[in-house]
């Protein structure tokens, strides 16, 4: 079993729709998470960290995380055209500056 | 600030040419990583250093050598490389306590490496 599941997709919306993506991880060690959005043929671009159970919000990016069931997600709202790129989740443990990522799930928003 | 800048943007090698990529950062960060990234892929852990040392090195072919010349600068100088090694090369940096919530990575965009 890997240690972070993030099915890869493609996800087509309409536009202003609502984006829902979503990771599994099995190590409990996890504390940290992250989100990050890749253009194509760009460097990742963090969106979204929360280091805790619960809801973070951040403009039309809300970040959850559910340790107990070891499932992180990011929601975008409103979608626009620009929010078109591949979403990568990550994570790592306390101390440990190594990130898990997910395979990264492509996200297409359609005018 | 959080910008992390990387030169060249593109380059183009034969297998037996010696280059270097460069990797720039200015907010003060004391960790700084190079990955590999192929298509549809996510990035590949290469290197890790951790003020100005070496902490991690994940079995990379000894035809990548990294450097750290100072706490803001990183290189990768690179040498009888593969057709297969052909990748986006990302540099990262991070404040460098792995032990706090914000020691979060912030990537730089890449050099496009092409070898023919």
């Known amino acids: 079993q890997k240690e972070v599941e993030q099915d890869p997709g493609p996800l087509s919306v309409p536009e202003g729709a609502i984006v829902s993506l979503n990771c599994t991880y099995s190590n409990s060690a996890f504390q940290y998470f992250m989100w990050y959005r890749q253009y194509s043929r760009k460097g990742p671009e963090l969106l979204m960290y929360?280091?805790?159970?619960g809801n973070k919000e951040d403009g039309r990016f809300t970040a959850q995380v559910d340790k107990s069931s070891k499932y992180i997600s990011l929601f975008i709202r409103d979608s626009q055209p620009s929010d078109s790129a591949t979403y990568l989740c990550a994570m790592r443990p306390w101390g440990n500056n190594r990130l898990a990522f997910g395979k990264g799930n492509q996200v297409v928003v359609i005018p | 600030d959080t910008e992390v800048t990387q030169t060249p943007k593109h380059l183009v090698m034969g297998m037996t040419n010696k280059k270097s990529l460069k990797c720039e950062q200015h907010m003060g960060h004391r960790a700084m990583y190079w990955y590999k990234q192929k298509a549809k892929k996510p990035p590949e852990l290469m290197f890790v250093y951790s003020y100005e040392k070496l902490s991690i090195n994940e079995s990379v072919p000894s035809r990548f050598s990294p450097e750290c010349p100072n706490s803001s600068l990183l290189n990768l100088h690179l040498h009888a490389l593969q057709p297969e090694d052909s990748a986006l090369y990302l540099c990262a940096s991070s404040p460098g306590s792995s032990g706090i919530s914000t020691d979060t990575q912030y990537f730089g965009p890449g050099t496009r490496l092409t070898v023919l």
């Open positions: 929360t280091y805790s159970s």
